[in-house]
């Protein structure tokens, strides 16, 4: 099955603001039928890059199934991680970054690759605030859920 994602996330005093994800997970059945899923939620104190993270480990949760996915994302800390190559480089070197000091969001990178283990999973950058249909609608989603009620903790650990 080939799935589309889009995502973005948003924080509001990023860092240590509220902030949000939103996602749109996308596919085509075999008789040329879309279906479309949006999901987003809250959290009470975060990051931008935190729900960047998220918002494609929470879209890559929803698959029941190994797929063929195309993650779109405004997000260069998240697209250039696997296209550049530096998460497995960061893996290597005990979660150091080149400079020697420890990657952020470890837990989130780490959970991340867990999502991703079954899938085919290929990242796309595309320039935010742009006029980009899906990411305009993830967007949406990411700041409304960052100003919203009932917000979630997000319990930072990056041992």
């Known amino acids: 099955m080939e799935v589309k994602i889009y995502t973005d996330g948003a924080a509001r005093g990023n860092p240590e603001g509220p902030g949000g994800y939103g996602a749109?997970?996308?596919?085509?059945?075999?008789?040329?039928?879309?279906?479309k899923k949006e999901i987003s939620a809250g959290y009470k104190?975060?990051?931008n890059n935190r729900m960047e993270l998220l918002a494609a480990i929470r879209s890559l949760q929803q698959l029941n199934r190994p797929c063929r996915v195309d993650l779109y994302s405004d997000s260069k800390y998240?697209?250039?991680?696997f296209n550049q190559k530096w998460i497995y480089g960061w893996?290597?070197?005990?979660w150091k970054k080149s400079d020697g000091k420890p990657?952020?969001?470890i837990d989130l990178w780490?959970?991340?690759l867990e999502a991703m283990g079954q899938h085919?999973?290929?990242?796309?950058?595309?320039?935010g605030h742009d006029g980009h249909e899906m990411n305009e609608r993830c967007d949406y989603l990411a700041t409304t859920a960052a100003d919203g009620d009932n917000l979630l903790e997000d319990t930072v650990s990056d041992t």
């Not at 749109?24 to 279906?35: A, C, F, I």
């Not at 998240?78 to 991680?81: E, N, T």
């Not at 085919?120 to 320039?127: L, P, R, S």
């Open 45 to 47: 104190k975060t990051t």
């Open 120 to 127: 085919e999973v290929t990242f796309h950058w595309v320039k």
């Open 103 to 105: 990657v952020k969001n």
């Open 110 to 112: 780490k959970e991340l």
């Open 78 to 81: 998240l697209v250039d991680a």
């Open 91 to 94: 893996m290597k070197k005990g």
């Open 24 to 35: 749109v997970l996308t596919y085509v059945d075999g008789s040329g039928k879309l279906y």
